[in-house]
């Protein structure tokens, strides 16, 4: 789901892998817009508690509330893991991509020049509250890992509860522009404007119309630096990818293979043996 708004978007949830075609154990990967069954008694699916309508024009410093929740509606224990991408775009250019997978900085509020119009070296400005209770970061693969299993017919916590904003969020850089115009009367229609650079090119024309004899007519302002946007007019996305596979040391080592079986059971209900 993509909710688009004038300064920025709260996006939804998608799917990123699909259930393990032919291996021996059970393992998924589910999001909020595909819930769906498997056989051998393990259903599990994904609940969103979050008001679309809540991520249209989002401004500065607003906390948006979004729940995301894995439901294990199967007749036997699972383990869950979550995993966070998120991406800001305007039009079609990705301004900036970050995943969970780079630990603090997906986590860490923090704009290297709130004023200067770049977000290439920014951390996150999105503020995300997480459920530190009941889940635990792994700074290593970047998942956050339900601290227990997941019993049959049970929710898990939510880890997300809310987003917010950062509330001095680079809106932009903003430059001073000239325009001029020159008429015969003083009440004349003022039709034909000319764009300058600089204030002194403004004062050149102005001198040249008053050698002239003419009226000299002057418009300053402010413009946004189209080099220097920062996040202004542009979208953002948060995926929020929910995994599930079956507590055995098989099915943990074909599924998430990029974690070793005993660091999940320290992740896990402790040190407590997941067979």
């Given at each position: ?64 509330n ?30 900036k991509?970050?995943t ?34 009941d ?24 880890l ?38 600089t ?77």
């Amino acid at each position: 789901m993509k909710m688009n708004k004038k300064a920025a978007a709260l996006g939804g949830l998608a799917a990123l892998v699909a259930v393990g075609g032919t291996w021996a154990y059970f393992s998924q990967t589910a999001a909020i817009t595909n819930p769906f069954h498997t056989e051998g008694g393990y259903e599990t699916s994904v609940i969103e508690h979050f008001n679309p309508s809540d991520g249209e024009d989002w401004k500065p410093g607003v906390t948006v509330n979004k729940e995301v929740i894995a439901s294990n509606t199967g007749d036997a224990d699972v383990l869950v893991r979550v995993a966070m991408d998120e991406v800001w775009r305007r039009g079609d250019e990705d301004l900036k991509l970050l995943t969970s997978r780079y630990g603090t900085v997906f986590t860490t509020v923090e704009q290297e020049d709130a004023e200067d119009g770049l977000v290439e070296r920014d951390k996150t400005v999105v503020g995300k509250e997480l459920n530190e209770t009941d889940w635990t970061f792994n700074n290593e693969d970047g998942y956050w890992y339900y601290n227990t299993r997941l019993a049959a017919k049970t929710d898990s916590e939510s880890l997300l509860k809310s987003v917010t904003l950062a509330s001095d969020l680079d809106m932009g850089k903003y430059k001073e522009v000239f325009a001029y115009c020159v008429t015969d009367g003083e009440n004349d229609p003022l039709t034909d404007w000319k764009s300058v650079e600089t204030e002194e090119e403004l004062k050149v024309a102005g001198a040249e119309a008053k050698a002239e004899g003419k009226y000299f007519h002057v418009k300053k302002g402010k413009e946004l630096d189209p080099t220097l946007q920062g996040y202004a007019d542009a979208n953002y996305d948060l995926t929020i990818t929910i995994e599930f596979v079956q507590p055995t040391e098989d099915a943990v080592t074909e599924a998430w293979g990029s974690i070793g079986f005993d660091q999940v059971k320290d992740l896990v209900d402790g040190a407590q043996p997941i067979a």
